[in-house]
């Protein structure tokens, strides 16, 4: 397995990506790892050079306020564009950026390219769920606006991502919805329903956006705009309400005490709801595997980013996905 | 001022209608309440009759669980629809019901009837906020799909309200989306925008749905279907952080002491965020004020629905919306 690692994208770039990439090549001598960057800047922070380590040298940078598809046209020898081609030209079968996320849908639609079949790819995070487990949510961003039949494919995709990296048996499939009954929603999710019914998914029917933490499905199928809204709210909810406590903890000397004793389960909790440890997203529908990891990433989110390509890689899943699209195209139009 | 009161609406109806109303009754002298319902369930908690509060006997009841166009056009003497009747009928100018939100929006659009010129009236909650004045959001459930012009009209609408019953002097109006800059978003928010910035409105911009609950606007515009998912979103990651923390709370004798120490404070500010707080929502865009009570309204809350809805009266809310909504047609098609 040959994973192409976008070494110079993220916040803390090349160093933590660099020293994540060592830990992974180390940790499987299956893989290989082909670090895309600047080789000086690569090679500082290299401490070991494991055989299944190599670098491809590029000179150019694709910065986190770039405008993504100007900066994939123009910037052809950026590290992000280079891994991109290393996959289209089949060199990696997987890559890993922790880079603008824009420019790296972007690389993944134009430089590696769609899979036969898919209308919209969709990036798919896992978003937090207090049961620990997580829901994988897509589309969360590629595409704004949807049409139901792309929703299908979210949710075939969706699917076979949770069955095949996660091991998930039967993924509950949710649709996205401000009520459970099937008449409920807007004109997207109305005409998606019946159409969720008949895909070869195990579909749970509409779920409400105030119970996707309560984990009711494994999968929640939206149109980017919903999703978006959804996880933002989510953010912005739980940072309001831990600043309120915070606020409430030091009123006085009685709160702070009282305080002190609950940090520990507290901290531990606003971590699970930290929607960054809950690891890369596949950008899904891509003919090749692409990873994204979040810009904050320490150097063990990028070797668990490795983790995750590997398992999709050993259990291929962009090759089940492509079967499934076009054999799911041929049983929903007979 | 007349105003008709649906006493049969609500989990705890006619009881705390009937006391709140007979509140307002004695508090406000300007102010003439009808009850409207079962005669005999009224007086039974009817315990003075000021001069300023009749009864209007009704037999029929629309319940929670009814189908609302079903129920509107069959229970046609039902409360919710006699006091629908009265407003149409200039007996009343105002109406207040605690009952079946769907019925009530149905109630109004057909029985009451729209101010002309408005395409879609629309449902206006007050969404908490951390510094506790909190945002008005349209449309909350009226219209699950809405036009860029629609949007307009929700923001018109809107504005007026916080401004006229509020006192808001100049009310920052946002576009719910899922970035700041202009091109954010999806097709409908990117139609809307250009037309926000010409409307009679203060338009402060696209807000983000994790900004919402950081006060960012007075008044904030999205389809229902959008508002439904933030605000759903809000209600269960509220629930679900609250729950955790209880969990947490109740670990130990350690945490449970230090909880009790802490209790007070969480306690008023989990009652911050209960959008149940925030007052009756106003259905919008309807020719005469309707007022929708929350479901487990208490009488306290019933009596705040007649202040608000005194307020609206005596600032001519409704006769604000018709002008404004034909005058700010010409100015947008000149």
Known sequence: MRIAIDAMG???APK????????????????????????????????ERPANLTIRHTEEVIEAEDEPVKAVRRKKDSSMVVAGKLVREKEAEAMISAGNTGALMTTGLLVVGRIPGIERPALAPMIPT????????????ANMDATPEQLVQYAIMGSIYRSKVHGVAKPRVGLLNVGTE????NELTKTAYPLMEQAPIHFVGNVE???????????????????????????????AIFSALKQEFTKTIFTKLAAAVLKPGLTQFRKKL???????????GIDGLVLKSHGSSDANAIKNAVRQARIALQNDLVGTISAEISHGKRDITT
């Open 16 to 47: 933590i990506v660099v020293e994540g990439a060592l830990a992974a090549a180390k940790e499987w001598k299956d893989v290989h790892i082909i670090l895309v960057g600047n080789s000086a800047a690569i090679e500082a922070h290299l401490t």
């Open 274 to 284: 930290d929607y960054n440890e809950h690891g890369a997203a596949p950008f899904l």
């Open 209 to 239: 956006s105030s119970q996707v933490l309560r984990a009711k499905c494994d999968v929640i199928v939206c149109d980017g705009f919903a999703g978006n809204i959804m996880l933002k709210t989510l953010e912005g909810a739980a940072s």
């Open 10 to 12: 993220g916040d803390n």
């Open 130 to 141: 207090m049961d620990g487990h997580g829901v994988l949510a897509l589309d969360l961003g």
């Open 182 to 185: 099937a008449a409920k929603g």
